[in-house]
């Protein structure tokens, strides 16, 4: 069942440096505009994400802190797919993405990558 969990563990992983890299690509791109690729990192992160949640026969202290991660990271994840998906929307109309939403799009990915990473 480990396996399993790490298996998911590099999925999740893949879907965030999707979402991420292709961020920095358009970033340091210079068009700054949302893409599908973007898109497709976020469904797989949020997926993975939510299999991560589940307790996977593992013994561990469940309290309140691994809720509050988990609720945190999941509200995070879907004001990046609101940013996006208002983003994307305004693509289709010709209209920019505004250089605040592109660059919030960035720094919730990466602040949802900390969150993972250093609280425990």
Known sequence: MQT?????V???LLGFATLF???LAQAFGGKRQFTTLMNVGLAIAGIAGLALAA???IT???GM????KITVKFVVLIIIGALLGIGMARQKRGA???AGMFWAVGALTLLNA???FFWH
């Open 21 to 23: 890299g292709a961020w």
């Open 55 to 57: 307790p996977w026969g």
């Open 65 to 68: 802190s691994f809720y509050m």
């Open 4 to 8: 399993v969990r790490e298996i998911v």
């Open 96 to 98: 920019g993405v505004p």
């Open 60 to 62: 561990f202290t469940p």
């Open 10 to 12: 590099f999925i999740h």
């Open 114 to 116: 900390i969150l993972g």
